[in-house]
Nanobody, 122 residues
């Protein structure tokens, strides 16, 4: 069983930046990849970005391309989300996700974190 712990959320002004981190534990190395989803109040969860472990293959949603960058440290089973040029529309709870295999890549992860709140003010 894999456990995920997110950190780095907070309150920031529009145009500012934040970096989220997520570390996986409870399992040996060998995850297919890790990623991020978000859920705004009253809305459905949506995909943000994901990265594979074996090679630096990444994918991100159109809404964040050019502003958010996902990266990973495979040796530490850790994924990061660098968020720049933040907009009020980015306000949401951000959830870390892990893919045990490639079966659910990238929309169906196998594990979820508890979430960290990101609030962008106008």
């Amino acid at each position: 069983q894999v456990q995920l712990v997110e950190s780095g959320g907070g309150l920031v002004q529009a145009g500012g930046s934040l970096r989220l981190s997520c570390a996986a534990s409870g399992r040996g190395f060998g995850l297919f990849g890790m990623g991020w989803f978000r859920q705004a109040a009253g809305k459905e969860r949506e995909f943000v970005a994901a990265a594979t472990w074996a090679v630096p293959l990444t994918h991100s949603a159109d809404s964040v391309k050019g502003r958010f960058t996902i990266s990973r440290d495979t040796a530490k089973n850790t994924v990061y989300l660098q968020m720049n040029s933040l907009k009020p529309e980015d306000t949401a709870a951000y959830y870390c996700a892990a893919y045990e295999t490639g079966r659910g890549w990238f929309l169906r992860p196998d594990y979820w974190g508890q979430g960290t709140q990101v609030t962008v003010s106008s």
